[in-house]
T-cell receptor, first 117, second 109 residues
Framework: EPEVTQTPSHQVTQMGQEVILRCVPI?????FYWYRQILGQKVEFLVS????????KSEIFDDQFSVERPDGSNFTLKIRSTKLEDSAMYFC???????????????FGPGTRLTVT | QKEVEQDPGPLSVPEGAIVSLNCTYS??????FMWYRQYSRKGPELLMY????GNKEDGRFTAQVDKSSKYISLFIRDSQPSDSATYLC?????????FGTGTSLTVIP
């Protein structure tokens, strides 16, 4: 069964450092997403990406965040200067279609746990 | 005011019971409604997706949406120990997604 993969599974970084979280979406999917989940809190939408550009972003997704699809398979989330409060689980997801389509289904990856010290 | 409200539980039921999970929301712009299951240290897994008021059934799962009351439910029939997980409701305007806090469910053999 196809799946979304994410690397690394756990990333530890010092405050102020840049991190890049990597995702490989399902190969025929066209819509890509990043979410975060701070420990014990709800899953929060960060950004959606389609046709090589951001379709929508939340208030959380400020100038320190950026996303990129550098090649035909990877989808990355970059945090430019990490803060302690960026510590969370970051989930990548992908879907073949967008909400509204009868066959809409969003598949999540296993997540990258980011710890900022 | 929170966009999506969900009782975090925990909820504990005996095997075979019918489980009812619920969420309320405040934003009339939500058009799409989803239920996810999340096992510990895993990503959410989509269980049910619907975009209209009424019921949608898939095996032991039934999703119910009442847009007039801004209330959605997930029913699990004949619950199994393997159903033990956190259940997240989620809603979308089509562009942004909003999740509930999740309800922790334990099904006791």
């Amino acid at each position: 069964e196809p799946e979304v993969t994410q690397t690394p599974s756990h990333q530890v970084t010092q405050m102020g450092q840049e991190v890049i979280l990597r995702c490989v979406p399902i190969s025929n999917h066209l819509y890509f997403y990043w979410y975060r989940q701070i420990l014990g809190q709800k899953v929060e939408f960060l950004v959606s990406f389609y046709n090589n550009e951001i379709s929508e972003k939340s208030e959380i997704f400020d100038d320190q965040f950026s996303v990129e699809r550098p090649d035909g398979s990877n989808f990355t989330l970059k945090i430019r200067s990490t803060k302690l409060e960026d510590s969370a689980m970051y989930f990548c997801a992908s879907s073949e279609s967008r909400p509204g389509a009868a066959n809409y289904e969003q598949y999540f990856g296993p997540g990258t746990r980011l710890t900022v010290t | 005011q929170k966009e999506v409200e969900q009782d975090p539980g925990p909820l504990s039921v005996p095997e075979g019971a019918i489980v009812s999970l619920n969420c309320t929301y405040s934003n009339s712009a939500f058009q799409y409604f989803m239920w996810y299951r999340q096992y510990s240290r895993k990503g959410p897994e989509l269980l049910m997706y619907t975009y209209s008021s009424g019921n949608k059934e898939d095996g032991r799962f039934t999703a119910q949406v009442d847009k007039s009351s801004k209330y959605i439910s997930l029913f699990i029939r004949d619950s199994q120990p393997s159903d033990s997980a956190t259940y997240l409701c989620a809603m979308s305007t089509g562009n942004q997604f909003y999740f509930g806090t999740g309800t922790s469910l334990t099904v006791i053999p």
